[in-house]
């Protein structure tokens, strides 16, 4: 059964920082192109962060010098270092998972709310 568990969500204040974690099972990790997605209430999702399997990364534009896309194929986890966060971060987190464009998965989501 595969699964993609988020945690690492909550509340921060503006300028603050999270690091959000993914864990996966049932899948082969490390061959797993990986990415952050979110949504914002009444928004659709929308692409934060990409990982390739051999660990290349690129990001959208709103959250460029901000945050970081890692992950650790020895523990199946990959992980999203947030900083300097602004309220417009606040949205739900989506872990996403793909295999060469056949297969993909998605976690349940961790909110993250960026208030004072």
């Known amino acids: 059964q595969v699964q993609l568990v988020e945690s690492g969500g909550g509340l921060a204040q503006p300028g603050g920082s999270l690091r959000l974690s993914c864990a996966a099972s049932g899948i082969g990790f490390s061959g797993y192109d990986m990415a952050w997605y979110r949504q914002a209430p009444g928004n659709q999702r929308e692409l934060v962060a990409t990982?390739?399997?051999?660990?290349?990364?690129n990001y959208a534009d709103s959250v460029k010098g901000r945050f970081t896309i890692s992950r650790v194929n020895a523990k199946d986890t990959m992980y999203l270092q947030m900083n300097s966060l602004k309220p417009e971060d606040t949205a739900i987190y989506y872990c996403?998972?793909?295999?060469?464009?056949?297969?993909?998965?998605w976690g349940q989501g961790t909110q993250v709310t960026v208030s004072s």
């Open positions: 990982i390739t399997s051999g660990g290349s990364t």
């Open positions: 996403y998972a793909n295999l060469g464009g056949y297969t993909d998965y």
